[in-house]
Structure formats: C-alpha cells, structure tokens
C-alpha cells in the first residue's frame, strides 16, 4: 500500500530565509504533485513532476523529484508572507502509467512570519 | 468560470438524512475524482471517474456512499443515511487522461462542506 510522508508537519519561518519540505513515499511512482491550499480554499496545482531528477521553478518555490530515493523537496527561497499556506504533496498510486488517483500526504502547514 | 464547480458550498443536515452533492467538471475533462478532506483523516481518494464508468471505487468508506457520473460531465456523490463522521469537506477534481508524458494537472473545485448534526 502506498504511504506518503511530508516533514515537517508545521513550519514557522521568518521572512527572508530559506527552507525545504520532504516528501517521502513508500511505493515506486513516477508522478508526483505539490498542492497548495489556502484556509478555507480548495488546492491549487503547483507543480507536476514527472521523471527522476525533474526540477521545476515557480518564484520564490522548486520542486524536485529524486524518484530512485522516492523523495520529492519543495524548496522556499528568502520566504515572504503570502506564502504561508498548506502545503501538499501527492503520488500517483500507479507505476508505468497514470490512474490519477492520488495519495496524498500530511499537508505542511506554512507560516511565515514577518 | 472555467473551473470544477461544485454545489452546494455548504450543506447542514441532520443524522439520518441523506445528502446529494454535485460536481460539475471542466469541460472536456474525461477523469473525474471526488476526495473527502476532514481533519482526522486527511485527504482521502473516494471514487474516480474515466468518462461515465467508475474503476476505481476503493476509497467509498462504506455502502451508504455511492456515486454517478452522466453525459461524461456532471456527477452527484450521493451520502445515505449520513452519519456524524461524514461531516468534512468533500472535493471534486478533474483532468484530462491519456495525453502522453506531459502528465495531467489535476483541478479541484471549491469543495462542499457538510456538516452532520
């Protein structure tokens, strides 16, 4: 069964300053998704990762996928406050090809602090 | 909008009731999810959809859940009896499937909170 772990599960981090979430899963697969969701708002698709050594960049976020380790990180770089947020990776339970359904993981909770 | 919308937003009812919710897709999507987000449980897969045809029902907690998906487009998530524990948000998703290695964004509506009292 495929489990998927995020860390840490609360982050409080000043402006300004750098840090990264993991996201760990048990099972092989070759699709990976970070989400965002708001309070009180449904999740918004961040990024798809598709292939070992993916990295994509969006602002001040990167993501990448490590998927022999299977290990995804979505790195902040110098935080500001419209970051803080939800943060949620998600696997696909399918290796080799896509089913869509996702398994998501814990959620990181993001605050940013000014 | 060009988004998942999903109806209604809110929804109180009491124990016993049963409760239908509604998922309208983006147009031309052919997958359709539905999830359940509650704070014990997390994000949970209930029910997918390719066109009108459910493959994949493993995330449906129990009988009383059901769903149907028409015309490939619109689908109810349909709660009998609803029980206390029901109460969360439940999210439709949709996507495009089968479009290659450019893999398919998965869009979520605004949710349908419930609420069992």
């Known amino acids: 069964e495929l489990k998927v772990e995020q860390n840490p599960l609360f982050l409080s981090m000043q402006e300004g300053k750098n840090y990264t979430i993991y996201c760990n899963y048990s099972?092989?697969?070759?699709?990976l998704y970070w989400y965002r969701q708001d309070p009180g708002k449904s999740l918004e698709s961040l990024f798809v990762?598709?292939?070992?050594?993916a990295v994509k960049q969006e602002g001040r976020l990167m993501a990448s996928l490590d998927t022999k380790a299977r290990l995804s990180t979505l790195h902040i770089t110098a935080a500001v406050h419209d970051l803080s947020a939800t943060y949620f990776c998600?696997?696909?339970?399918?290796?080799?090809?896509?089913?869509?359904?996702?398994?998501f993981g814990t959620g990181t909770l993001l605050a940013v602090q000014p | 909008g060009a988004g998942v919308s999903q109806s209604p937003s809110n929804k109180v009812t009491e124990k016993g009731k049963d409760v239908e919710l509604r998922c309208d897709p983006i147009?031309?999507?052919?997958?359709l999810y539905w999830y359940r987000q509650s704070l014990g449980q997390g994000l949970e897969f209930l029910i997918y959809f390719q066109g009108n045809s459910a493959p994949d029902k493993s995330g449906l907690p129990s009988d009383r859940f059901s769903a149907e998906r028409t015309g490939g487009s619109v689908s109810t998530l349909t709660i009998q009896r609803t029980q206390q524990e029901d109460s969360a948000v439940y999210l439709c998703?949709?996507?495009?499937?089968?479009?290659?290695?450019?893999?398919?964004?998965?869009?979520f509506g605004e949710g349908s909170w419930l609420t069992v009292v």
């Open positions: 998600a696997v696909d339970g399918f290796y080799g090809g896509a089913t869509n359904k996702l398994i």
């Open positions: 099972t092989t697969s070759d699709r």
């Open positions: 990762l598709l292939s070992n050594g």
């Open positions: 147009s031309g999507h052919t997958a």
């Open positions: 998703a949709s996507s495009l499937v089968g479009q290659g290695p450019s893999g398919n964004t998965i869009y």
